[in-house]
């Protein structure tokens, strides 16, 4: 389920948005304290809506803060409506803007047109068939628990599922993920993709499939 994240001190409209976006069937989590933000895990969300004018904190010092923790867009809530400060927020990496007072049809409207066209390059966390990929990281989650995969065994499911629907063979893996100046070594793949279908078993999912005679990928 797409989760969003609405930031505003007004918890009437907090209110609003969490009842106008539920209703389209997604999670909405609602915050009235700016500042609880640097407690919150901020990858989880596919889209964060920032209230520009707030008592604590205003939401561009916000944006600028957590741009770089986050790859999901930001929407600012604001009154402001001149360039300048659309220029500011703009600038400092917010994909739109969302007039108060706003209507629910826009703020569907808005927050539907942004999830579907979000094309933006992922650096910190991509989600693929219920695996949350964390990419600093390097660790991977699925239904809220780690996998406990090791460094190669994430690098394996990572190029996979990133590249989702082609089959790889096991010489192609092992060249992405060990490098092309090392000797291939198919039995070392093999034993890999063993361990990793027995820590999604564990988990309750059937991550990689084998196409025989050629190789693997991602279910």
Not at 14 to 25: S, V, Y
Not at 110 to 125: F, G, I, W, Y
Not at 138 to 157: D, V, W
Not at 168 to 190: A, L, P, Q
Request: charged share 30%; aromatic share 10%.
């Amino acid at each position: 389920m797409t989760k969003i994240l609405a930031v505003d001190d007004d918890v009437q409209i907090l209110k609003l948005i969490r009842n106008a976006l539920a209703r389209e069937g997604y999670e909405v989590t609602v915050q009235s304290d700016p500042l609880e933000l640097k407690k919150m895990k901020l990858t989880d969300y596919q889209l964060i809506l920032l209230d520009v004018m707030m008592p604590k904190v205003d939401g561009f010092t916000l944006c600028e803060e957590i741009r770089g923790k986050v790859d999901c867009p930001i929407l600012f809530l604001t009154a402001k409506t001149k360039e300048a400060d659309i220029m500011r927020g703009l600038g400092i990496g917010g994909d739109d803007y969302i007039t108060k007072p706003f209507g629910i049809g826009e703020l569907r409207a808005r927050v539907k047109a942004h999830l579907r066209r979000e094309t933006r390059e992922k650096k910190h966390v991509v989600s693929v068939n219920g695996v949350r990929f964390y990419l600093k990281e390097k660790k991977a989650y699925y239904s809220g628990k780690e996998l406990g995969l090791t460094k190669s065994e994430y690098a394996i499911c990572e190029y996979l599922a990133l590249n989702r629907g082609q089959v790889f063979s096991k010489d192609r893996i092992y060249e992405h993920v060990f490098g092309y100046e090392k000797e291939s070594d198919n039995s070392v793949i093999t034993e890999h993709v063993k361990n990793i279908r027995a820590k999604g078993k564990k988990a309750g999912f059937e991550p990689i499939e084998t196409v025989w005679g050629i190789g693997y990928r991602w279910r």
